[in-house]
């Protein structure tokens, strides 16, 4: 049986490649180095996933593929054919996510830029990790950056999420 | 002067409120109502200040309050308007917060100083008040009984007698057409009866942060907006030679080239001029920007090499400076010879790094432009703007996006005036986004600063005669570039004001040119004064065997109010009658500290150790212990972290605490890895990788924050928390492994056995 055509012509040097994006498909066209991270903001207008530093050292820009944290700034459109990409926004499926709440309730945020990537981020490290010691919160957390300093209100909103006390 | 006046019937802000509603202005008129009531203007010491806060009133109950003052995560946006809100007798539910454009009707807008909630407690409480009157006098008329049985009862009025009640929406029309109130006729709230202040509430935006719908500056977007990345001469005022402007275009999504002029110094605010690329999409702009090989002719700063200039401020700090303040005649104690200490200290430039970096839209048509982008001082952008396009101030619409960390770096608009710069030569809106690396290498720096430090000391090691001498190059130097000597804003900050009874004090100031664009960094001048006076003062407690607590009590001295009159000496332009320097309220919290840390009753382990500093900044007086832990090979384990905080009433709590939570992890990272170096005038960091921030597993394990009930004026809480912080750190370090720390950050000291 013949392959039926690409809907789309591809230009010389761009790629077309099909994902889904919380939860809804979409296909890029473009510059497959471009980092999911542009894609995103500037393509799609999920403008929640952050820019920090562009070389995967801050974390400000973590969302889920495949339901792990990884870091968009840092990932090429070309590695994510087929793949689920999850973003802050849609992280609590149209409410918040428990960890979301963990957040307001701890009174987490200051400035509030890195908190989107650092509650994908520890999302991630619970579904692995349910119920985290201090020191494997450190692990999980240490390579998202907060300059405010929240630090210690992270961990509480984290091991509140997770039922754990303090 | 300031003065409350009704402006229903010209609107609030355009189709914010429907008709009938009441909205109160509390703005400039050249004849106030009240004359004798703006000391919240004198307090600030500027003239030109005019508070212009707004209150508005729906039909249907909602209230608006406009916040002017900037959003970078100290919670002012919210708490400002809490304090008129808890005089109105609001439902905070029902409590909706606008942010103010640039606008000098609003008065001071510049976020910065630590002084918002200072600078409008009263007037916002003016605000509140009033329009709780204007209600009531309105329901008690509607009712035709006497105001004095009528009370507002959160967003209601009650007709007490009867038990009848009126929402705030329903008498909202009403009050709209009574004249507004003197300042004598209200009646303000005790302290008893506040809902919010003292209380405080969580950030009115934290809803929209964590599920990432807030609008930082990052994500501020226009139709028909390109993106620009700049490339900037590595050395300050570099010449560009030469560029490549096709092979940028090969790269999909960039449309152009443009140079942008290099700025004439002094650098103020300017652009700093370059080559942008003009692109689709962010990426595409980077992208395009690695393949421009620009050219660079470095100019005069080339030649600033910071190994070279650390020797050099060094040099400067021990020879004679400029005096600053004298007491009684050091010098001829020194003269005498006897017991005699001297120490030097270095704190090198700090970078902000805010986790948002330098970000903004601005769209030129028609002689005007309109910004979106976050800023501190949305008044400054206006006024830049206007320099760099032509146009008058109010041809310049800023709009105040929250903004992503700022420290001090987003008061200085030259991203701004880069934007706009590019959207008039290009004639549509523009973003202009500066990567990790451009927000590293060009930043309005902290001060690299050498310290001298001399006492003649008694038997019990207690000095008699102490000499103090900072070397810095000026933030004046950003406005003028012949500035080489701190200004009275600079060395009040730690140094004109040092608190100890000591009967010979000479402070002075040595003279550094700068050769990097020098600004404002939280808490300023305190982070390297403060740094040397409370470590000298651990040194000199720990060389005469005694107590550190014990020793820094004797040093203040018995309670009393210094008075610093006969000196330069701004108060960070408060009255020093509201604001006096009190070593009693300086005394309280390092005794308080002390008894919360069990400060001398826990045992601690090898290679652990405690240290105290204390400091008063922004009008704050803050004590800090902190308990460490120091393995073989050098590590550093920040245990445990005590702050005790008097900064007078405090409006909002709960924020207090996480900026002392922030301010300890900020000076976390000062002292372990803060460093910025230029080589050959370019600087040498470039991202999180080599200018590393403190992380989670680096930050303190645990900080606890008590503050000082107080009914004192209020005083600063975003930055006052950082200065004690370094030294006491520093000091721990010291109580754990015997050796001190002199210079920052930590890398240049061995304390490892290894």
């Given amino acids: 049986m013949a392959r039926s055509a690409p809907a789309v012509i591809v230009r010389r040097g761009e790629a077309m490649i099909q994902l889904k994006v919380n939860g809804k498909s979409q296909s890029f066209q473009g510059d497959p180095d471009m980092p999911l991270l542009w894609y995103l903001r500037d393509v799609l207008g999920l403008t929640g996933t952050k820019f920090g530093c562009g070389a995967s050292l801050c974390g400000a820009c973590t969302v889920h593929r495949n339901g792990k944290a990884i870091r968009s700034c840092v990932t090429p459109m070309s590695t994510l054919s087929q793949a689920e990409i999850t973003t802050i926004e849609g992280v609590g499926g149209g409410q918040l996510h428990p960890v979301q709440k963990a957040w307001v309730e701890a009174n987490v945020p200051q400035c ?9 981020q520890a999302i991630s490290l619970l579904a692995k990790t349910p119920k985290p010691t201090d020191e494997e919160i450190d692990d999980g957390m240490q390579g998202n950056i907060c300059r405010c300093g929240t630090y210690q209100r992270i961990r509480a909103a984290i091991k509140a999420a997770a039922g754990v006390t303090a | 002067m300031s003065a409350i006046t009704n402006v229903s019937r010209r609107g609030f802000i355009t189709g914010l409120v429907g008709a009938g509603a009441l909205v109160l202005s509390a703005r400039y008129i050249p004849q106030p109502l009240w004359a004798e009531e703006n000391n919240l203007v004198g307090a600030l010491g500027k003239s030109v200040l005019h508070p212009d806060i707004f209150l508005g009133i729906e039909t249907d109950g909602t209230v608006h309050i406009v916040a002017h003052r ?10 400002l308007p809490m304090v008129a809100a808890d005089e109105l007798d609001a439902d905070w539910k029902r409590v909706k917060i606008e942010q103010a454009i640039g606008d000098p009707k609003y008065g001071d807008q510049s976020t910065d100083g630590s002084y918002s909630i200072r600078a409008f407690y009263d007037a916002m409480r003016q605000t509140g008040a009033t329009a709780r009157t204007m209600l009531v006098q309105a329901a008690a008329a509607q009712w035709k009984v006497p105001v004095s049985e009528c009370k507002a009862n959160l967003h209601t009025v009650v007709h007490t007698p009867s038990g009848r009640k009126l929402g705030y929406g329903e008498l909202a029309t009403a009050a709209s057409k009574l004249p507004v109130p003197k300042k004598a006729d209200l009646q303000f709230k005790n302290k008893s009866e506040w809902r919010y202040i003292g209380k405080g509430t969580k950030s009115f935006d934290i809803n929209n942060v964590v599920n990432g719908t807030a609008i930082f500056g990052m994500d501020a977007k226009v ?19 030469s560029y490549d402007d096709k092979a940028p275009l090969q790269v999909a999504g960039v449309r152009q080239t443009v140079i942008i002029d290099p700025f004439k110094p002094p650098a103020v605010f300017k652009p700093l001029g370059g080559v942008a690329v003009i692109a689709d999409n962010t990426w595409a702009a980077f ?4 393949k421009l090989n620009a050219v660079w002719d470095s100019g005069p700063n080339a030649s600033f090499n910071s190994d070279d200039y650390k020797k050099e401020l060094q040099q400067t700090a021990r020879q004679k400076g400029d005096l600053v303040r004298s007491e009684g005649d050091a010098e001829s104690i020194f003269a005498k010879g006897g017991d005699v200490v001297e120490a030097d200290y270095y704190v090198p430039l700090l970078a902000h790094a805010p986790m948002e970096p330098m970000v903004a839209v601005a769209d030129f048509k028609n002689g005007k432009v309109t910004t979106w982008c976050p800023t501190q001082n949305p008044q400054a952008v206006q006024e830049t703007l206007a320099q760099e396009l032509g146009i008058g101030k109010e041809d310049v619409t800023c709009h105040v996006t929250l903004l992503g960390g700022a420290f001090g770096r987003k008061s200085k608009p030259d991203y701004v005036a880069e934007a706009a710069v590019l959207s008039k030569k290009l004639g549509k809106p523009v973003k202009v986004v500066w990567s990790r690396e451009d927000d590293i290498k060009f930043g309005y720096y902290n001060a690299v600063a050498a310290m001298y430090m001399k006492a003649a000391v008694d038997d019990r090691g207690k ?8 070397v810095f190059p000026p933030i004046a130097s950003t406005f003028n570039q012949d500035a080489v000597h701190g200004e009275a804003g600079d060395l009040q900050q730690g140094w004109t004001d040092i608190p100890y009874a000591i009967p010979n004090l000479r ?17 300023v001048a305190n982070i390297y004064h403060g740094f040397a006076v409370q470590s000298f003062s651990d040194e000199l407690a720990h060389r005469a065997k005694r107590d550190p607590v014990e020793y820094l009590l004797d040093l203040l001295g018995p309670a009393r109010k210094v008075d610093l009159s006969a000196h330069k000496y701004p108060n960070y332009d408060a009255s020093t009658d509201d604001y006096p320097l009190d070593i009693g309220r300086m005394r309280q919290v390092v005794e308080m500290v002390a008894e919360k840390s069990s400060w001398g009753k826990r ?26 832990n120091v393995d073989n090979s050098g590590e550093v384990t920040i245990a445990r972290v005590d702050t005790v905080v008097d900064a007078g009433l405090v409006v909002n709590p709960e924020a207090t605490r996480s900026q002392f939570e922030g301010a300890a992890v900020f000076g976390t990272s000062i002292v372990r890895s803060g460093e910025i170096t230029a080589k050959n005038g370019a600087i040498e960091q470039s991202n999180f990788s080599d200018y590393p921030v403190a992380r989670m597993n680096e930050a303190p394990r645990q900080t606890n924050v008590y503050i000082v009930d107080s009914d004192a004026p209020p005083a600063g809480v975003g930055e006052p928390g950082v200065p004690p912080f370094t030294p006491a750190l520093c000091n721990a370090i010291f109580a754990a492994t015997g050796t001190r720390v002199r210079e920052l950050p930590l890398s240049r000291t061995k304390l490892g056995k290894a």
């Fill in chain 2, 223 to 241: 139709d028909g907006m390109v993106y620009a990345s700049i490339e900037h001469s590595p050395v300050i005022g570099g010449k560009l030679k």
């Fill in chain 2, 603 to 628: 045992k601690l382990g090898q290679g652990s150790g405690m240290g105290i500093a204390v400091h008063r900044s922004f009008l704050t007086y803050v004590a800090t212990v902190v308990e460490v």
């Fill in chain 2, 70 to 79: 900037s959003e970078m995560g100290t919670t002012t946006r919210t708490s």
């Fill in chain 2, 463 to 470: 000095p008699t005669a102490w000499l103090q001498r900072s």
């Fill in chain 2, 287 to 290: 992208q395009g920007r690695k």
């Fill in chain 2, 507 to 523: 402070v002075e100031n040595g003279s550094a040119k700068a050769h990097v664009r020098i600004g404002w960094l939280r808490s």
């Fill in chain 1, 112 to 120: 509030g830029y890195c908190q989107s990537g650092q509650i994908m």
